[in-house]
């Protein structure tokens, strides 16, 4: 898994290469050798995971913007404020807050990462 996900980031380095990556590197060729010896499901789940992964620095990013007590848990008012500082509409916050409460497995009035990021 590891290694896909390492690859899924890889991959769009060595096509794209940087100013400095212009030291006569074949990436055709490089790139040819590396997909070569991946299957097409391998290659597939590869992309899936760099994407998967993508999305969970997104979600834990958004959860520490919200979690403002450095917690590790979000609370009601966390999650208002953080609503508020969006600009939401005050009659939308709390059928939102709601929402995102109904994942409390735990019925302990806040949400830890594994909560949020069922979402």
């Given at each position: 898994m590891v290694?896909?996900?390492l690859l899924g980031i890889l991959i769009p380095k060595l096509i794209m290469g940087s100013s400095s990556d212009n030291h006569g590197v074949n990436r055709a060729a490089t790139m040819n050798n590396l997909i070569g010896s991946l299957s097409?499901?391998?290659?597939?789940?590869?992309?899936?995971d760099a994407e998967l992964t993508e999305f969970d620095h997104k979600v834990d990013k958004m959860f520490k913007k919200i979690d403002v007590d450095n917690s590790g848990y979000i609370d009601k008012t966390e999650i208002?404020?953080?609503l508020v500082d969006l600009g939401i509409e005050k009659e939308e916050i709390d059928p939102l807050v709601d929402k995102l409460m109904?994942?409390?497995k735990d019925k302990n009035d806040?949400?830890?990462i594994k909560e949020f990021n069922v979402m």
């Open positions: 290694a896909g996900c097409e499901d391998e290659l597939k789940l590869m992309l899936v208002k404020k953080y109904a994942q409390d806040k949400l830890d």
